[in-house]
């Protein structure tokens, strides 16, 4: 492979927040109708305006801002102080202990945590079980690293208690010779938590058959109504090699501070250290001071927030169900992953028609599975209104565009 076709491959014009690079082409050609009126909403991410950051988490940041030098330039795995206290709070989150010095590491964001954990155990040839669908960076990174790529079908379509990923084909894939497995969960695109006997089952395989997890649990704080979060680092059978990924990122609004955390196997959080060193040095000096409001909200604040989320969630769903539009409901984090009904033009036409028709920005199935080529993810995490204004013009765009 090229450098070129190395690069093509990532394809980011179709990730989120890449949808203005996007060419609409002769639009009015094939638009249908006139276009609709309603408010532009970009379903791609969160609206920060909508869901504010943590109380009190600029003024936290501006005390960091004014440490200088001390708070600017960290330890390259991010400042001591800080990572006490996150292990601490992560350690009774999760209910594993977890060793500040050398079992923890501040990345700049979740996707840099990411990049360094699959950097730091993928090399040329090594296979790799990806879960699909799943976060789009999981299956760009592995064949960006040169990793063989063994993908594990997720069955989100089903009642709550069938949707899982295919227990039988990760334990073929171990046997086939997979070195690491990498999945989230709460699983974005569809909101898909992993059971307790799913995960106690995963970690089970994977020490059986001595294979790295690297598990992205970004939205674990986001537990809705009646669920349950098994956290894979408590297990009491794990593999050798674990890496649990998290960050204040969509639950708190602070993701344009740009902070992850990976925490696990030492010699693993030691070798994304290296890496970071020569990629990015450190997460912002400056920013991480933004993670001493971490788990340090108001009383009674992450719940309203997850009662907040839970509401939308219901009346988005039930408009898409209504108009015909599958809807695995999530149970956790901000994301729904409607399947659209058959349509007389393909699923990145729509996309587009769906920016210029109707002010919606959406990100493609296929960023989460090559497979799903009728399917969109949106972040619901929104001004309530707008996304129902806004699920409905979809709902309608469907209507005007179905074969």
């Known amino acids: 492979m090229t450098l070129d076709e190395k690069f093509k491959a990532l394809q980011t014009n179709n990730a989120p927040g890449q949808e203005v690079r996007q060419n609409l082409g002769d639009i009015n050609a094939i638009m249908i109708g006139e276009k609709m009126d309603g408010l532009t909403v970009d379903?791609?991410?969160?609206?920060?305006?909508?869901?504010?950051?943590?109380?009190?988490s600029d003024i936290i940041w501006k005390d960091g801002f004014i440490r200088g030098a001390g708070q600017a330039y960290t330890e390259y795995r991010g400042s001591a102080e800080i990572r006490n206290k996150l292990a601490?709070?992560?350690?009774?989150?999760?209910g594993q202990p977890i060793e500040a010095n050398s079992e923890l590491i501040i990345t700049p964001g979740t996707q840099g945590a990411l990049f360094l954990a699959l950097g730091s155990t993928v090399t040329a040839e090594t296979k790799v079980a990806v879960v699909e669908p799943d976060y789009f960076a999981n299956r760009k990174l592995v064949k960006f690293f040169g990793g063989k790529i063994i993908p594990i079908p997720l069955n989100y379509k089903a009642s709550q208690s069938e949707n899982r990923p295919d227990l039988n084909r990760i334990e073929n894939a171990f046997k086939e010779g997979a070195k690491v497995f990498v999945f989230s969960t709460p699983n974005n695109p569809t909101g898909i938590v992993y059971s307790k006997k799913v995960i106690t089952k995963i970690a089970n395989l994977a020490a059986t058959h001595n294979v790295t997890l690297i598990v992205d649990q970004l939205y674990s704080r986001m537990l809705y109504s009646g669920e349950e979060y098994t956290h894979l680092c408590s297990c009491i059978i794990q593999p050798e090699n674990l890496i649990t990924i998290m960050g204040p990122s969509k639950t708190e609004s602070l993701s344009g501070f740009r902070l992850g955390v990976?925490?696990?196997?030492?010699k693993l959080i030691e070798r994304m250290e290296s890496l970071q060193a020569i990629v990015s040095l450190r997460a912002a000096g400056y920013n991480q001071a933004a993670l001493y409001s971490w788990f340090e909200e108001p009383a009674g604040w992450i719940e309203n927030r997850i009662k907040e989320h839970e509401s939308i969630r219901d009346e988005l769903l039930e408009i898409f169900r209504a108009g015909n539009l599958h809807t695995a409901t999530p149970q956790a984090g901000s994301y729904l992953f409607p399947q659209l009904p058959p349509l007389k033009i393909d699923l990145h036409t729509f996309i587009r028609l769906l920016r210029y028709q109707a002010n919606i920005i959406v990100t493609p199935g296929t960023e989460?599975?090559?497979?799903?080529?009728?399917?969109?993810?949106?972040?619901f995490s929104q001004d309530r209104s707008a996304a129902v204004s806004a699920a409905k013009r979809i709902?309608?765009?469907?209507e005007i565009y179905c074969k």
């Open 43 to 56: 379903f791609s991410h969160g609206d920060v305006d909508a869901f504010p950051p943590t109380p009190n």
């Open 395 to 398: 709902v309608k765009m469907t």
């Open 368 to 379: 989460f599975d090559p497979a799903c080529i009728d399917s969109i993810r949106l972040n």
């Open 262 to 266: 990976a925490f696990g196997t030492p």
């Open 88 to 94: 601490d709070r992560l350690g009774k989150f999760t």
